[in-house]
């Protein structure tokens, strides 16, 4: 089982930056985080690849977001900027086990789950 804590998140105006944090208490090969906006679907940001550090973005914040890791393997950070109204949803922190060097944004494809943190920009 992991545990997943999530810090950050918060109300920014549009242009604005936010730093969400996520610890995991146990064993990850992938850690990523996921948004969902009242009314659509969770929808994967970004995620990382714990052991590597490898990464990979959803088109709609490539050059916008970044994805980290602190220092610590089950520690990572998405560092959000140029935010636009339309990022404003619950923020969720997501954590797998699989072995896989496919780097996935699929909701599905995570077991572990956060409690979920709200950014909310405004223009």
């Known amino acids: 089982q992991v545990e997943l804590v999530e810090s950050g998140g918060g109300s920014v105006q549009a242009g604005g930056s936010l730093r969400l944090s996520c610890a995991a208490s146990?064993?990850?090969?992938?850690m990523g985080w996921f948004r969902q906006a009242p009314g659509k679907e969770r929808e994967g940001v970004a995620g990382?690849?714990?052991?590597?550090?490898?990464?990979f973005y959803a088109d709609s914040v490539k050059g916008r977001f970044t994805i980290s890791r602190d220092g610590a393997e089950n520690t990572v950070s998405l560092q959000m900027s140029s935010l636009k109204p339309e990022d404003t949803a619950m923020y969720f922190c997501?954590?797998?086990?699989?072995?896989?060097?496919?780097?996935?944004?699929?909701?599905?494809?995570?077991?572990?789950w956060g409690q979920g943190t709200q950014v909310t920009v405004s223009s």
């Open positions: 997501a954590a797998d086990r699989r072995v896989t060097w496919y780097g996935t944004l699929a909701p599905s494809d995570y077991n572990y």
């Open positions: 990382i690849f714990t052991s590597t550090g490898g990464t």
């Open positions: 146990g064993y990850t090969t992938l």
